[in-house]
């Protein structure tokens, strides 16, 4: 049986390369002027189509710049492939099928500082609760991030920061899973909001944290 895969990713200083590929093939047809353009596509698949020079969110990788659209074959069969370039990282370029792309949470538009404002505010009416065991809750936050909901990771950084303050005043140290959580949180959000917004990396959880106690102020 062949193997189902999501991406392929390819490490440039390594000079590795692990190969991930899902989905059904999308062929271009050929436009009078020698360019290409996929055939017709369905609305779902259209809604979620990107252009060259766009900026996303994919994944874990953190913002990228779709730098080329184009057919590769780098399994099987020839594909479709959105090219990304980390803003990040210059040592990565991922080939995601343009296919695979259907479900927005693994991919979607880097959202702008208005937007960005309105998911904070969107944290205070979050359903999450924090589950007391320790292994329920590594197990329920993974699914948060895995779920790549914006609303649910910038929860996270919230509850996970608070914690570990409240836990710094007792001189405690956070529990390793609880570490891990936070700090896969802040990388999925870090890129996004210091690109946005023009803050350094590091100022991003305190412009979180600032944001939500505002409106908590101002609710008070």
């Not at 080329?68 to 040592?91: M, N």
């Not at 702008?112 to 309105?118: G, K, L, R, T, V």
Request: neutral net charge; contains cysteine; charged residues 35%.
């Amino acid at each position: 049986m062949a193997a189902c895969f999501e991406y392929i990713a390819i490490d440039i200083k390594a000079a590795t390369a692990f190969i991930t590929l899902n989905g059904r093939e999308l062929r271009p047809r050929q436009k009078a002027n020698g360019g290409s353009k996929m055939e017709a596509l369905s609305s779902v698949e259209r809604k979620y189509l990107y252009e060259v020079g766009d900026y996303v969110m994919y994944r874990r990788n953190g913002i990228c710049r779709i730098t080329d659209i184009r057919r590769e074959k780098l399994g099987p069969e020839e594909r479709l492939y959105y090219i990304l370039k980390p803003v990040y990282d210059d040592t990565l370029k991922l080939y995601v099928p343009v296919d695979f792309v259907d479900a927005p949470q693994h991919m979607r538009r880097v959202l702008s500082a208005e937007e960005i404002d309105a998911t904070i505010a969107q944290v205070e009416k979050s359903p999450n609760k924090w589950p007391e065991d320790s292994s329920e809750r590594a197990v329920y936050f993974d699914g948060l991030l895995n779920g790549g909901d914006r609303a649910d990771i910038r929860w996270l950084v919230k509850v996970l920061s608070l914690e570990k303050q409240a836990l710094r005043k007792k001189e405690k140290r956070m529990l390793d899973s609880d570490k891990k959580a936070l700090e896969a949180a802040e990388r999925l959000i870090t890129d996004e909001f210091a690109f946005v917004l023009g803050l350094g990396k590091n100022e991003v959880v305190p412009y979180i944290l600032g944001q939500v106690r505002k409106r908590e102020e101002a609710c008070a």
